[in-house]
């Protein structure tokens, strides 16, 4: 059974770095054909695509957080992370990680989620 699940501090300080990490059990994150995704929801709005890191490791990420967003993985570990640099109180949401299945184009899996709050 496929199982994601995210990690990382719950409260980040306004122009800091947010750090998450994402540990996958179950399916190796260099199984083809596999994109392993970070999305968000904020406070009472929809869910925003950050990013993926495919099973080759190349990444593509929204345009609109781009210049702020790296995720790189760690194949040892079965985990990929997200930094998100120079947060601001408007980066405060739900951050899930999920797995997306390219040749249907479906995410078939989610973490729980967790909660990060950008605040001094």
């Known amino acids: 059974q496929v199982q994601l699940q995210e990690s990382g501090p719950g409260l980040v300080k306004p122009s800091q770095t947010l750090s998450l990490t994402c540990t996958v059990s179950?399916?190796?994150?260099?199984?083809?054909?596999?994109?392993w995704s970070w999305i968000r929801q904020p406070p009472g709005k929809g869910l925003e695509w950050i990013g993926y890191?495919?099973?080759?490791?190349?990444?593509d990420y929204s345009p609109s957080l781009k210049s702020r967003t790296s995720i790189s993985r760690d194949t040892s570990k079965n985990r990929f992370t997200l930094q998100l640099n120079s947060v601001t109180p408007e980066d405060t949401a739900v951050y899930y990680c999920?797995?997306?299945?390219?040749?249907?184009?479906?995410?078939?899996?989610w973490g729980q989620g967790t909660q990060v709050t950008v605040s001094s």
């Open positions: 999920a797995r997306y299945y390219s040749s249907s184009r479906h995410y078939n899996h």
């Open positions: 890191i495919t099973y080759t490791g190349s990444t």
């Open positions: 179950g399916a190796a994150i260099t199984t083809n054909n596999y994109y």
